[in-house]
């Protein structure tokens, strides 16, 4: 399905570079002026005057960093930057909804798009980049839940596909850019899964399954931007999942939920995300690789463990080892039995 679609994807965007001026994301002081004013509908009312195609991907995703970069200063807060990555990925996903087009896969490069925007705007700012890509990673996500919960599509497929656009978004700008990837990578997922346990949270949307699909995405988008960018995977793959728990558990504690059950939920979606995309059969489009040739897939698993527990352990957490062995809480380590 991914290689039809691959096909025709191509076919359509070979027709819109033809179609469409150089210039069709740049934006005019009047048309900023708009989205500033109108939030969602603005996008939305200037996106129409772009005369991009909805279907031509690329150029959504340079929209949405248009928006975003056009919208920013040197004073504009954390909120403000989730805000107008929130605001940018349910404008496009729901012109996507109405023209009869996947969202998830406009969702992806929007958050892609809003993702790069905010790291060429802030990327100057040694001190503020990593909150700056946390906020916009924690609006991507925020974004597509909501759109996915107001018009009854899957929150799973959503929240994936913001999740692997964001994170692959973070690791190619900050490597073009020469900037910290480890760090940066940390600050996506962490601002990725707090936006999925707030938002879900405050819809009563499932969170177990939120936080699953939006790990999946994490990994799937660490694992395919590494390979595009030549990256090695391991210290990628342990930066997400690093972010991710620390986060998870400063969000679970915040909702008052399960923290256990959280990371429980976390675990399974970025296993099942690594192992979907080593092969080459991740879930979201805009990244395709090749299988890769024997993977170290027990090096995969341990650092997808590792991450998640030394982010545990920074955020105040000590999960519970499971072992043959009978519990000491008192030092809560294991003590063999007789």
């Known amino acids: 399905m991914r290689f039809y679609y691959l096909i025709i994807t191509l076919f359509l965007q070979a027709l819109n570079l033809v179609a469409q001026p ?32 909805i279907q031509d991907l690329p150029s959504v995703e340079a929209f949405a960093s248009e928006v975003v970069s056009s919208q920013l200063s040197n004073s504009s807060s954390t909120e403000t930057i989730t805000e107008i990555a929130s605001s940018v990925t349910i404008a496009l996903a729901g012109i996507a909804s109405s023209g009869n087009i996947n969202a998830s896969y ?57 999740s692997s656009g964001s994170l692959a978004a973070t690791i190619e700008s900050t490597k073009e850019a020469d900037l910290d990837i480890i760090q940066a990578v940390e600050a996506s997922s962490a601002g990725l899964v707090s936006g999925a346990v707030n938002t879900s949270a405050e819809l009563n949307a499932d969170i177990a399954k939120t ?90 698993q341990k650092a997808i463990e590792s991450g998640i527990f030394e982010g545990a352990q920074r955020a105040g ?18 003590s063999p039995v007789t």
């Open 106 to 162: 406009v969702i992806e490069y929007a958050s892609s798009g809003v993702t790069q925007g905010v790291i060429k705007a802030t990327q100057n700012n040694n001190s503020g980049l990593a909150e700056a890509i946390k906020a916009v990673s924690n609006g991507s996500a925020s974004g597509a839940i909501q759109f996915a919960v107001d018009t009854g599509t899957d929150i799973g497929k959503a929240v994936s596909a913001a």
């Open 211 to 300: 936080i699953s699909a939006a790990a999946a995405g994490i990994v799937e988008g660490a694992i395919e931007a590494s390979v595009r960018e030549n990256l090695g995977l391991i210290p990628q793959i342990t930066a997400a999942a690093v972010g991710a728990s620390e986060d998870a558990v400063h969000s679970a504690n915040e909702a008052d939920l399960d923290v256990a059950e959280i990371l429980k939920a976390l675990s399974s979606g970025l296993t099942q995300g690594a192992f979907k995309a080593i092969p080459g059969q991740g879930g979201n489009i805009r990244i395709f690789i090749e299988p890769i040739e024997n993977p170290d897939l027990l090096g995969i």
């Open 317 to 334: 957490y000590l999960p519970i080892i499971h072992t043959p062995f009978e519990d000491d809480p008192t030092v809560r380590r294991v």
């Open 22 to 53: 150089a210039d069709a994301a740049k934006l005019s002081s009047e048309q900023i002026a708009s989205i500033q004013s109108q939030g969602v509908a603005g996008i939305q009312s200037v996106f129409a005057q772009s005369g991009i195609e």
